[in-house]
């Protein structure tokens, strides 16, 4: 039973660009989150998401930030115009349920901005 | 707003000792808390989880305790090992939500 996928683990971008990032639940889990660490800093929660709802994205940044869930397919964090200040290690994680028990957490996807 | 914070944020011990993690949180309104285990650019591992009825789980070498009332928890590793080098990362959930609040870990150092 695979974990949670995140693809690219690794994605250097240039100040301006857009970065994706994309998560692939447990099998079976179809409760999302995505956490944020920044360096020397512990994990913030950016969003929640079930298929093809955003329940709760207060950890969101207002701008340049969205992420999706579709009904077939990974979910997907997107940044637009990406600055320094983005760079940061994001992690996804599952569940099978929203009620807070254990979840599982992807490898991460380290985002350098140059 | 629930705060968390662990201490040491650092600890560097030699190889069999038993040894103590610290958490506390400010909000004792809690539904659960989870330890973590961090290795160096790696995910997140669950180590174990405290539901806010209870007062300690154990796995192995790993033994957590919880006290709402006091907004703490502990993390005891007894007969430590290099290979339990990496951050321990406690986290809460508020009842009725969600979302995990992180402390910043504790970087652990287990010399051989």
């Known amino acids: 039973n695979a974990g949670v996928m995140q693809n690219p683990r690794h994605l250097v971008r240039r100040r301006g660009q857009e970065a994706r990032l994309r998560c692939s639940p447990m099998k079976g889990h179809s409760h999302v989150y995505w956490y944020r660490q920044l360096p020397e800093e512990g994990l913030k929660f950016m969003v929640y998401?079930?298929?093809?709802?955003?329940?709760?994205e207060s950890g969101m940044p207002k701008e340049r930030f969205s992420a999706e869930f579709p009904k077939e397919g990974p979910s997907i964090l997107r940044i637009q115009q990406v600055v320094r200040g983005d760079s940061a290690a994001y992690f996804c994680a599952s569940s099978p349920d929203g009620q807070g028990n254990t979840i599982y957490f992807g490898e991460g996807s380290w985002l350098t901005v140059v | 707003k629930q705060e968390v914070t662990q201490i040491p944020a650092a600890l560097s011990v030699p190889e069999g000792e038993n040894l103590v993690l610290n958490c506390s949180f400010t909000?004792?309104?809690?539904?659960?808390l989870q330890w973590f285990r961090q290795d160096p650019g790696k995910g997140l591992t669950s180590l174990l989880l405290?539901?806010?009825?209870?007062r300690e789980q154990t796995s192995g070498r790993l033994n957590a305790s919880l006290d709402k009332s006091s907004g703490r928890s502990t993390l005891y590793i007894a007969a430590s090992q290099p290979g339990d080098s990496a951050t321990y990362l406690c986290?809460?959930?508020?009842?009725?939500?969600?979302?995990?609040?992180f402390g910043t870990g504790t970087r652990l150092k287990v010399l051989a």
């Open positions: 998401l079930q298929k093809e709802n955003i329940i709760d």
């Open positions: 909000d004792s309104a809690i539904y659960n």
């Open positions: 405290i539901q806010s009825s209870q």
């Open positions: 986290a809460v959930t508020t009842s009725g939500t969600y979302k995990y609040i």
